[in-house]
């Protein structure tokens, strides 16, 4: 019997990083087809050490290079300029539609700690 597990219910399934679900709004930063920059608002459906799965009100392009970046209030005493996390960068690697939403599963190119 093979280890490998095709029916995509995760059991045998082993990960480096755990999947924790999880919401989260986030910016996307990109650049389209057509080569304008865009921003929009989208939130995460799970994410892990090493990528996430997103809701995005954009459609994304398998493997566009993206940033992501949560909004989150820096204390005013911080003196460290614009509020929200530092970008993660990271590569669509799997697109799906779904109704008026795209479902986009992306890795981040440089692991989270």
């Given amino acids: 019997m093979s280890s490998k597990n095709g029916n995509g ?27 304008v920059d865009f921003l929009e608002l989208a939130k995460t459906l799970d994410i892990s050490g090493l990528g996430a799965r997103l809701i995005s009100p954009r459609s994304l392009r398998h493997d566009d290079i993206i940033s992501l970046t949560i909004p989150a209030p820096l204390p005013a005493a911080a003196g460290l300029g614009e509020s929200g996390t530092p970008p993660i960068q990271a590569r669509v690697r799997r697109l799906e539609s779904s109704g008026e939403v795209e479902l986009a ?6 692991p989270l700690e």
């Avoid at 709004?25 to 990109?30: A, K, Q, S, W, Y």
């Fill in 105 to 110: 599963a992306v890795e981040f190119l440089k």
């Fill in 9 to 35: 219910n995760g059991h045998g399934e082993r990960r480096k990083f755990q999947r924790i679900r999880l919401q989260v709004p986030l910016f996307i930063r990109g650049t389209d087809g057509r080569g």
